[in-house]
């Protein structure tokens, strides 16, 4: 009976030391030493990576668009002003803000997002953490593809 208890003792033990979603990924940290990651955190932080990777490359396209309007608002200041050329005049200047609003909007997000704190976090905070990027990153992604498809129409 003995033998029983202990047995049933360890095996309990054994099973709350067990990883449940704590299986690790190894990840050099800033100074190049391995550091554990849960795997959650990792695969969390993968997908918010891969929403960051995949609007990157339209800055490009936003920065291009910007010059776009600049030179657009630039030759409409040349001309006499009408109520057309005012009114296109705030559309072009809207159109601008939006586009700017994205490219702060993905510079605040890089400028503040911390990867490296993770493995100093504990996993229920790492993953809060990567939680509130994920969302921050998602509305960045949204607003950047929504201003570079609206200045795109209008530039038509």
Do not use: N
Request: glycine share 2%; net charge neutral; charged share 30%.
């Amino acid at each position: 009976m003995k033998r029983s208890i202990t047995l049933l003792a360890v095996l309990f033990c054994m099973a709350c030391q067990s990883k449940s979603s704590t299986e690790t990924v190894d990840q050099p940290d800033s100074t190049g030493q391995i550091s554990a990651k849960p795997q959650a955190v990792a695969d969390l932080e993968k997908q918010i990576l891969a929403v960051h990777d995949s609007v990157m490359p339209a800055m490009s396209d936003l920065i291009e668009l910007k010059k776009q309007v600049i030179e657009q608002l630039s030759e409409l200041e040349k001309e006499p002003t009408s109520s057309e050329a005012r009114r296109q005049k705030e559309q072009l200047r809207a159109v601008k803000a939006a586009l700017d609003k994205a490219d702060a909007s993905m510079m605040d997000w890089m400028h503040t997002y911390d990867g490296d704190t993770l493995t100093k976090l504990r996993e229920d905070q790492a993953l809060a953490y990567l939680k509130d990027q994920q969302q921050r990153v998602r509305a960045m992604s949204q607003l950047m593809r929504k201003s570079i498809d609206d200045a795109k129409a209008y530039l038509k």
